[in-house]
């Protein structure tokens, strides 16, 4: 997502036509606030907006009251605004929507890869598994949809965490801390910086047995999807060797580049 110094402000907008000046142009500027509001961490100041958006004090004030009165942002104690409960029920929906055009990719992944196949959102500071194709091995992985994790362990994390300034992903493992889920688990940040650091030289990201011991998994990250997005095949290790990788990480990549296409064309649609 893009961050706020990268939107442009209203000064720099294409002028708006007298016919599409009203309430299209209040919902253009309503979904930017609110947008702003998610890459400042959820939680703002009107003057904060008023600076990123260029838009004046009136005219946030305004449209906030709205979001508020609609549920979609609350006031905090301090004046401040937060982003509000209703949204959850809408990233829900558009999950479950992602899943759903996720899941002939998915199937594609497992029919030449033979293992699980998985897509996972950046959601705060956690994964959510939002789709998932079992592979037909009898012995397999299996994560439950809508199953939450720590970044730091998992593929699908590495692989979106790359993604981030370190700065960021310091304070995020700040927040969360880095519990060790096996013995093989990553537990230091910089032991994670540096691990990073190879995911972004490789193009992809490796859980090895430091989730769950005995599985092994492979992950890319989908390129310009609109929300952080991930692709990852698990199995056992006796599987998922160094030789298997070498052959399913090119899947991953056109999997992920061609899931990334679609979601563009549905979200240009009309």
């Known amino acids: 997502m893009p961050t706020p110094s990268a939107r442009p402000t209203d000064a720099a907008a294409p002028p ?8 299209v142009q209040s919902l253009e500027r309503a979904f930017d606030l609110l ?8 939680e703002v100041g009107l003057s904060e907006l008023s ?10 004030h305004r449209l906030m009251r709205t979001l508020v009165s609609c549920g979609y942002v609350r006031q905090q104690a301090n ?14 929906s558009a999950s479950r929507l992602l899943g759903t055009w996720a899941r002939p990719h998915l199937a594609r992944l497992v029919e030449e890869t033979g293992e699980t196949a998985n ?9 959510v598994y939002v789709a998932q194709v079992p592979s037909r091995h009898s012995v397999r992985m299996f994560t439950e949809v809508g199953r939450r994790a720590l970044p730091h362990s998992t593929g699908v994390g590495k692989a979106l965490l790359a993604q981030l300034p ?5 304070a995020l493992l700040g927040r969360t801390g880095m519990p060790p889920a096996t013995e093989r688990t ?12 190879d995911v972004r030289r490789r193009g992809y990201a490796v859980d090895d047995d430091e989730q769950e011991l005995g599985v092994r998994c492979l992950a890319v990250r989908v390129p310009d999807s609109p929300t952080t997005a991930a692709i990852s095949i698990s199995g056992p290790t006796g ?3 160094e030789a298997a990788t070498r052959r399913i990480v090119p899947v991953l990549q056109q999997v992920a580049g061609e899931l990334s296409a679609e979601l563009a064309t549905a979200g240009s649609s009309t």
């Open 35 to 42: 947008e702003r509001m998610a890459d400042a961490g959820g």
């Open 239 to 241: 599987r998922v060797t």
């Open 119 to 127: 897509l996972a959102l950046l959601d705060g500071d956690e994964i």
């Open 16 to 23: 708006v036509s007298p016919a599409t000046s009203g309430g």
């Open 166 to 170: 370190p700065d960021e992903v310091r």
């Open 186 to 197: 990553i537990t230091t940040v910089e032991g994670l910086l540096s691990a990073l650091e």
């Open 79 to 92: 004046r401040r605004y937060a982003l509000g409960p209703r949204l959850i029920r809408l990233g829900e």
């Open 51 to 60: 600076a990123s958006s260029g838009l004046p004090l009136p005219t946030i």
